[in-house]
């Protein structure tokens, strides 16, 4: 009997960065590399319906800032 352990986890290419990413359960922020990368990818999301409303997008530097707050806690 052959038993192939194949815990090799998949990797996939990060859609914002294009890096090599780790498919696994503690990544959480795949197909991303980072939660800065998924951010990204949610800003520019987002700059498209902004741009229909006519709002500023976010830039990476707010998107950094933004992430900045969130890991120190304060609001
Ligand atoms: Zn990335």
Not at 12 to 27: F, G, I, R, S, Y
Not at 37 to 57: F, N, Q, T, V, Y
Request: glycine share 4%; hydrophobic share 30%.
């Amino acid at each position: 009997m052959t038993q192939r352990t194949t815990n090799r986890p998949l990797e996939v290419a990060c859609p914002q960065c294009h890096k090599k990413v780790l498919w696994t359960e503690d990544n959480l922020y795949r197909p991303f590399c980072s939660k800065r990368c998924k951010l990204l990818d949610l800003g520019a999301w987002a700059e498209e319906s902004h741009r229909i409303a006519g709002e500023p997008a976010m830039d990476e530097t707010e998107i950094d800032e933004m992430i900045l707050r969130q890991e120190r806690g304060d609001e």
